[in-house]
């Protein structure tokens, strides 16, 4: 499937995949890079020496295009940015700031930026900065979320700005992907169809939730402190919801407190009671574990015979 994406970021199909802290290293990185997508390293809050050894580990598994995400309100982004340019990174996705002024040296490396928004304010600021693509992320997503659904968001972006636009947001097959394509979008982001993948190095329960998952299980907390996150229905998310009944520098408190290293317990150690298990609302479709290879494939199949038949039908 070619489109302005593929073209612009070398790869075989237009599916990006999520940066999900904790999550995207160089195991499901390399396997979608590997697949034909565009696989991405979270930079997140890590050291700058932890994500030179996963680009590097990548590097091996793959020699196709690789992405890292950097969120620039992160301490290290000063050091993360440069090391994009020391590791030949051939694609930047960025979320939490404006990128503006790394801009000019991500340019001169050749490095493709793709900035994560959530309005058409932002997108419209991204491409005025010199940005190459936007993602144009729905509040069904896994993680930091804005207010507006993929379905308005997409189309609005796509009208507001001259460079590409990938959509992200409750997309997990190709009927999503064919969606996509049709409000104006060149490809597509995923994450949360990744995290059933044999490649993807969570632990068993993390996997266990997103398969059983349906689509009223997930929850969206932290909306008083300003910084929305979707994730799905624990103990602790419920203790986090009761808290924000009641908003006083107290609570925000210990909701600050409870979920300090939440991700990291998911993640590494299955955490039920005290982990937080990010995932968006597109999980109740999730329901059987495939490799990164199959999802890009049958996700880009589906989507052509989709769009061929809707021609064919509406012609």
Wanted: some cysteine; charged content about 20%; aromatic content about 2%.
């Amino acid at each position: 499937m070619k489109t302005k994406i593929t073209e612009l970021l070398g790869i075989e199909y237009p599916i990006v995949q999520g940066a999900m802290a904790w999550i995207a290293e160089h195991h499901l990185a390399a396997a979608v890079s590997e697949a034909g997508g565009l696989g991405i390293i979270a930079g997140g809050a890590a050291p700058v020496d932890v994500i030179r050894d996963e680009i590097r580990k990548a590097r091996e598994r793959t020699h196709k295009p690789l992405g890292m995400n950097i969120m620039l309100l992160s301490p290290n982004a000063d050091d993360l940015a440069q090391l994009a340019i020391d590791e030949k990174i051939e694609v930047l996705t960025t979320g939490a700031g404006n990128p503006g002024k790394y801009m000019a040296a991500w340019k001169q490396a050749g490095i493709k930026v793709m900035p994560v928004v959530a309005s058409v304010a932002l997108a419209k600021r991204m491409a005025r900065a010199g940005a190459d693509a936007v993602i144009a992320e729905g509040t069904e997503s896994g993680g930091h979320i804005g207010e507006l659904t993929t379905m308005a968001l997409v189309p609005q972006v796509v009208d507001a700005v001259e460079i590409p636009v990938l959509a992200a947001g409750g997309i997990a097959d190709g009927r999503g992907m064919a969606a996509a394509l049709m409000l104006g979008a060149e490809g597509v982001q995923c994450g949360t169809i990744f995290l059933a993948t044999p490649e993807c190095q969570i632990a068993d329960k993390y996997k266990e939730l997103v398969l059983k998952a349906t689509d009223i299980s997930t929850v969206v907390t932290g909306r008083p402190s300003g910084h929305p996150c979707r994730s799905i229905k624990t103990p602790l998310q419920r203790r986090c919801l009761e808290l924000e009944k009641t908003v006083t520098n107290q609570s925000l408190e210990e909701i600050e407190e409870a979920t300090a290293g939440s991700l990291r317990r998911a993640v590494q150690e299955g955490d039920y009671e005290n982990g937080t298990f990010l995932c968006g609302q597109i999980a109740g479709m999730v329901h059987e574990t495939h490799t990164c290879a199959d999802i890009v494939r049958n996700m880009t199949e589906q989507a052509q015979t989709l769009l061929q038949s809707a021609c064919r039908r509406f012609a």
